[in-house]
């Protein structure tokens, strides 16, 4: 069985200030992970993903995500953050089973960007 | 370049109504297909994939059903909707790992 966690549903910050959005999974072998944003009313868009390889990841927007086996974790990151990064971020699983295609998002994180 | 497509925009149907959801992808070949449902705020919850023409995999069963008959197409549908239904509907598209998504689907069901 594969699970992601969101624990945040919410978080706000100050414009300018560090972001770090929470991230953890659960699955028995090594995952492929995956971050998604999406904008109020809009579909989801690929934000950066770990394979392998270099545990910190850079994506797009200028958002990071550092990949930690020892507590199963995969935090999204960015500094300084902007009120355009106002969004739903979604963490996802993606499983090594028949033909890597089972995919588990987790609750999403809702962030709030005041300028 | 690829584009993915689907159709309708939104949907506003009749509990009991028979659904039919479309998605396309140009400027690919052969690519994975998915289905997703996301509730209003909520997250994703995986249907169906397809990894070739004519084989569909369900993932979780909500009285829907999906069908690939071309390689470029991806059919999502139901006889018989319920007000479970209701939601926003993602199509999703990959070659080796990253899923792109399509513009989606809203459904009401009343």
């Known amino acids: 069985a594969q699970s992601v966690d969101q624990p945040d549903a919410h978080v706000t910050l100050s414009e300018g200030a560090s972001l770090e959005l929470r991230c953890s999974y659960s699955?028995?072998?090594?995952?492929?992970l995956f971050w998604y944003v999406q904008y109020p009313g809009q579909s989801l868009q690929f934000l950066l993903k770990y394979i392998t390889g270099d545990t910190v990841v850079k994506g797009t927007k200028g958002f990071e995500a550092e990949f930690r086996k020892s507590n199963s974790s995969f935090n999204l990151k960015k500094s300084p953050a902007h009120w355009s990064d106002s969004a739903k971020y979604f963490c996802a699983l993606e499983g090594l089973g028949y033909g890597n295609e089972k995919i588990t998002f987790g609750a999403g994180t809702k962030l709030t960007i005041k300028p | 370049a690829q584009t993915i497509h689907q159709w309708p925009v939104a949907e506003i149907k009749a509990v009991g109504s028979p659904l039919s959801l479309g998605c396309t992808i140009k400027?690919?070949?052969?690519?994975?297909l998915y289905w997703y449902w996301q509730a209003t705020g909520g997250t994703l919850q995986q249907l169906f994939y397809?990894?070739?023409?004519?084989?569909v995999e369900s993932v979780v069963q909500l009285n829907l059903s999906a069908s690939r008959p071309k390689d470029d197409q991806f059919i999502l549908s139901t006889e018989k909707l319920l007000l479970s239904h209701s939601g926003f509907y993602l199509c999703?598209?990959?070659?080796?790992?990253?899923?792109?998504f399509g513009p989606g689907t809203r459904l009401l069901v009343l």
């Open positions: 699955y028995s072998a090594a995952p492929y």
């Open positions: 400027g690919k070949s052969s690519p994975n």
């Open positions: 999703a598209w990959s070659l080796k790992d990253t899923q792109y």
């Open positions: 397809s990894i070739t023409v004519g084989q």
